[in-house]
């Protein structure tokens, strides 16, 4: 998987085509990411204590990686992720401007 934790993508495809946002969570061996404030639900969430209220909250909920693209730190457009070795670690850069991930 190419996109993880922490990277800035933005929705290719789907309801919120378009958008960008930051990666929340990654989720490798489904497939899936979660991005803040992407493909946003409303969950009812049950009282905390006895004889509270309970809530309707949004919560961000996982999408397809296939449907997201990293963004390019430089030129702000989406793009694709290589990678190369620089003293035996592995290196992700971005195929449009070169710039390391």
Known sequence: MNIKKGDNVIIISGKDK?????VAKALPKRGLIVIEGINMRKKAQ????????????????????????????????????????ENGKRIRF????????
């Open 94 to 101: 971005s195929k449009k401007s070169k710039a390391v991930i």
């Open 46 to 85: 049950r009282p905390k204590k006895a004889g509270g209220k309970g809530q309707i909250i949004d919560r961000a909920m996982p999408i397809d990686v296939s449907n997201a693209m990293l963004v390019d730190s430089k030129t702000g457009k989406k793009t694709r992720v290589g990678y190369k070795r």
């Open 18 to 22: 378009g958008k960008t946002g930051k």
